[in-house]
């Protein structure tokens, strides 16, 4: 999901919640820990390719929005250090000794959900809606077709 989806959707979410949450400042900390979470794309870019530019780093996961993992020329695992069980884990166990550290985990979780839903769900269910659409890869042309019968 882009940043800028997470930001939109976890600033309703955090407004939907508003009502229900006495210290307001915790939804802020659960809109930051909602989006900030894929600062590990951007640390991981930076990284790799050792270039500081938030801009290319953008532009590098931009490019490869809405493609399978193995058209995006990375692993899963790749730029993701921050989206596993155990960074999650970590946080809830840090936000159980300190409920105030609670936002933060509970914004991790809501940006594991909207990741998850994308990838689980939107993702497979526009596939070949979206694709073509967008100019990528999308289903195999007849001569890709083709081409593949005969390698086989
Ligand atoms: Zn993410």
């Known amino acids: 999901m882009l940043v800028s989806q997470h930001a939109a959707l976890s600033a309703l979410a955090a ?9 307001k400042a915790n939804l802020g900390l659960f809109w930051a820990a909602a989006v900030g979470q894929d600062v590990d794309h951007y640390l991981w870019h930076a990284l790799k390719f050792h270039n500081p530019s938030l801009r290319d780093a953008y532009s590098f996961f931009r490019s490869r929005y809405g493609k399978a993992w193995h058209e995006r020329g990375l692993r899963k695992e790749d730029a993701r250090a921050l989206h596993g069980p155990l960074p999650l884990a970590f946080a809830v166990a840090l936000a159980l000794a300190d409920r105030r550290l609670a936002p933060i985990a509970a914004g ?15 993702t497979p269910a526009t596939y070949h809606v ?7 890869v999308g289903p195999p042309r007849p001569v890709e077709r083709g081409e593949a019968e005969r390698a086989a």
């Open 108 to 122: 991790m979780a809501f940006h594991g959900l909207l990741d998850a839903l994308q990838e689980r769900v939107i």
């Open 15 to 23: 407004l939907t919640a508003a009502p229900l949450v006495k210290n």
């Open 130 to 136: 979206a694709r073509p659409a967008l100019g990528t």
